[in-house]
């Protein structure tokens, strides 16, 4: 793996996954769309249903269950998922880093706008796409296509900086050893 790979990989990572926690936990967008289910219907959803999983029925009702024998808290066991967060980003960051490596050189602004850009492409089809299809409301989809745009542009920006600083084009290359590349 280049030195660019390595340390473009590892400070897109923390710049994401910091994103990622203000995002998340600081900012309300997220949560903004969203309204807690009375302690009943958690109870016979809980009751009712064979397992975690992803349900729907034919009356518009669609539901992810993921919860703990006991009921627990979930918010309240950010370990693991904090854990594979770090991984998601650390692959998507890789991916990112190969992809900006088959853009023509520019500036950390014009990288980080490209990225932002196929960002805003690729979250656009995903999210109103569960919007059209399966009734996800738009002010929660909204935010993510947001979010994750705004992802696509710090990871550009970082990498496109990165390539800068860290791997010099043929010519700078020549320029620093004196020998024809």
Known sequence: MSRYMLLG??????????W???SNAALPWHGAAMRELPAASVQALHNGLPGNGLYFAKQGILAAVHTTPDLADRTQQMGMPLARQVVIDI??????????LRLPRAGALATGVTLALAALAVSGILALSDWN???YPLGY???NVIDLTIQGFIAG?????????????????????GVPV
Request: charged share 10%; net charge positive; hydrophobic share 60%.
């Open 91 to 100: 692959l998507a960051a890789l991916v990112l880093g190969l992809a900006v």
């Open 20 to 22: 990622q926690a203000v």
């Open 141 to 143: 989809e909204l935010p």
């Open 9 to 18: 990989t590892i400070a897109v990572t923390v710049t994401l996954f910091v």
């Open 133 to 135: 299809w399966y009734g």
């Open 157 to 177: 920006f970082v990498f496109g900086w990165a390539l800068r600083r860290i791997a010099p084009t043929p010519e700078q290359a020549t320029a620093r050893v």
